[in-house]
């Protein structure tokens, strides 16, 4: 056990900052193996993944929170409300979209007792209780919070490790370290008899991939408040049917059989709908009723005019036009459950299966333009859109989708490194023979397409593949959203910044009424700096809102500047980054 490290000794904006950087690290630390035992509600993999970028949207939201309040601190209510928040609107799957409301219920009551000036007692024995007391309502709430939001609530899930997290708190002593530490240790003995309470857990003998990662975040939780990391292992009770073995050790859960094997159902639902909606609350509860009519695994959380739609659907575009009904849909995300999955129709009717192809390229793209380009370069493609990087189920079904017996998968984003490895491990599972070129970006994706051959060895086509891409530097351009310190300085909100092998290497100015003319200059800097050091090819991507003289501009540059250097351009296309470079 670590020795114990100074914390905050009383609930306040800094306890919940920690906790929230915490839950992202153990998330990350825990995410392959959440991923693998996931199989209810669908086995798809990715539940890890999901809790993961949940709380990754939270720990964005804590961290903006605190610098929107500078030189002063938010109150702790303020810190778990964009805690809350960043969770809500970048919740994933069906743990994740539970786990925001988890942390609205806490954020609730903590706004509730901000309400009542308790951050003015002074610290001492009567606030630390004062802070137990709130903390044992905010777990309780979140508990409560968490059933209401989903609407057919299953035993032996999530929401089973939640509520006994806050029956353990209700019997601790009166100061946050105790509340905490009981919390985490109810949680972790309800998660060792989540295959007792739901059969597909038992018979794959395995622990809820959903309560697994909530158990993460109250371990965080407690060391937050105690500085100790907690034992993340508790044994499994002795020769118990479908026992999971210790919680957290991956390599002692008995591995997840077929899917027939872990789904009570032969089929289900063919897809996952999910968005953001604003409207009112009446108008969110006929939505609930229309939807719950339409498919299962139906979560809906938020309030205040804007709320976290989650179903799985065979219908996606009526689950879609309900929310037009309602409200306002967004950031609308429509997954397929691809073949192999929990909801492939199986069975006498089934189509026959086809052979699947000797080998076959998964990338993914930031852009619907550069999806058409890999596609024609028989590329199976998924869309990164703008703020929402794809789960690893995602990729997953990707794979799946290319029906190949040896898959090259690009992640073309440094950020999806570990969402990657954790689709090609479970690929590899499936007898997928995966190999993940660590692409940065698209632009180092294009090259290893370029000199990608299906007729030579598996091995040597990854390598020279690899050696392109190594050997292809990467910029692109964006701009600030709001002013903060750089690797090249200060920069302000709009001012047009030049990244270089993804840190930021310029900083041109605002733009003014002709924004062209400082994407050109700050480009061509860009470009002098990469050339600098020798080239032979330059690859332009632009985004949909830039003019074609901006390239027109750049190439001839590139030819006036640089000699014996050629320059290919490509539209990026809705969704694109500004602009793209790549330097061969």
Not at 104 to 124: F, H, Q
Request: hydrophobic share 45%; with cysteine.
């Amino acid at each position: 056990m670590p020795k114990e490290r100074q914390v905050p000794q009383i609930l306040d904006a800094a306890l919940v900052r920690a906790w929230c950087a915490l839950s992202l690290d153990a998330l990350g630390r825990a995410r392959e193996e959440i991923d693998a035992i996931n199989v209810y509600p669908v086995a798809d993999g990715d539940t890890g993944t999901n809790l993961y970028l949940t709380v990754e949207s939270a720990a964005q939201a804590v961290e903006a929170a605190f610098a929107g309040h500078e030189p002063e601190l938010p109150s702790a209510a303020q810190a778990a409300r964009a805690m809350a928040h960043g969770a809500l609107i970048g919740a994933r799957g069906n743990s994740g979209t539970i786990l925001a409301q988890l942390l609205r219920g806490m954020a609730e009551v903590l706004a509730a007792e901000d309400a009542r000036d308790t951050a003015d007692e002074p610290v001492g024995p009567a606030r630390a209780a004062g802070d137990a007391r709130a903390l044992r309502r905010a777990l309780r709430r979140a508990a409560e919070s968490a059933y209401e939001a989903v609407a057919h609530p299953v035993e032996g899930t999530v929401l089973t490790v939640a509520t006994a997290a806050a029956d353990g708190a209700a019997g601790a002593a009166d100061d946050c370290r105790s509340v905490v530490r009981a919390a985490y240790r109810s949680a972790r003995t309800a998660l060792e008899a989540t295959p007792r309470q739901l059969a597909v857990l038992g018979r794959a003998g395995v622990v809820d991939a959903g309560g697994r990662g909530l158990v993460a975040v109250l371990g965080a939780l407690v060391e937050a408040c105690t500085g100790e990391r907690p034992a993340p292992a508790l044994p499994g009770p002795s020769g118990a049917a479908g026992s999971p073995g210790p919680v957290g050790s991956a390599e002692q859960m008995a591995p997840v059989g077929s899917v027939e094997e872990c789904e009570d159902g032969v089929g289900g639902p063919a897809y996952e709908v999910i968005y953001l909606l604003e409207a009112t609350d009446p108008a969110v509860e006929r939505l609930r009723a229309r939807l719950d009519g339409l498919g299962d695994s139906l979560v809906v959380v938020g309030g205040d005019g804007l709320w976290n739609v989650h179903v799985h659907v065979d219908d996606a575009g009526a689950a879609v036009e309900a929310g037009v009904e309602a409200g306002r849909p967004y950031r609308i995300r429509i997954t397929h459950f691809g073949a192999g999955d929990a909801h492939t129709a199986r069975g006498a009717d089934a189509r026959p299966v086809r052979e699947p192809a000797q080998r076959a390229i998964v990338a993914v793209v930031p852009g619907e333009g550069l999806a058409g380009l890999y596609g024609e370069a028989g590329a199976t493609t998924v869309l990164a859109r703008p703020g929402e990087p794809p789960a690893s189920g995602e990729l997953v079904q990707a794979i799946r989708r290319a029906h190949a017996r040896e898959v090259v998968l690009l992640p073309n984003d440094a950020e999806l490194r570990h969402t990657a490895a954790a689709a090609a491990e479970q690929a590899r599972t499936e007898g997928v023979r995966v190999a993940l070129i660590p692409t940065r970006s698209a632009v180092q994706g294009i090259a290893a397409l370029a000199v990608h051959e299906p007729g030579r060895r598996f091995d040597e086509d990854v390598v020279s593949m690899t050696s392109a891409a190594g050997a292809t530097r990467y910029a692109e351009l964006a701009v600030a959203e709001r002013q903060s310190w750089t690797t090249a300085g200060i920069c302000q909100a709009g001012d047009v910044l030049g990244l270089i092998d993804g840190d930021v290497a310029v900083i041109g100015a605002t733009p003014g009424p002709d924004a062209t003319d400082t994407l050109v200059e700050t480009a061509v800097t860009v470009l002098d700096r990469m050339l600098a050091a020798g080239g032979e090819m330059v690859t332009l991507v632009l985004g949909d809102e830039v003019p074609d003289r901006v390239a027109d501009l750049l190439e001839r540059h590139v030819r006036d500047a640089h000699l014996a250097v050629d320059t290919v351009v490509y539209r990026g296309g809705r969704h694109a980054a500004l602009l793209l470079v790549g330097v061969e």
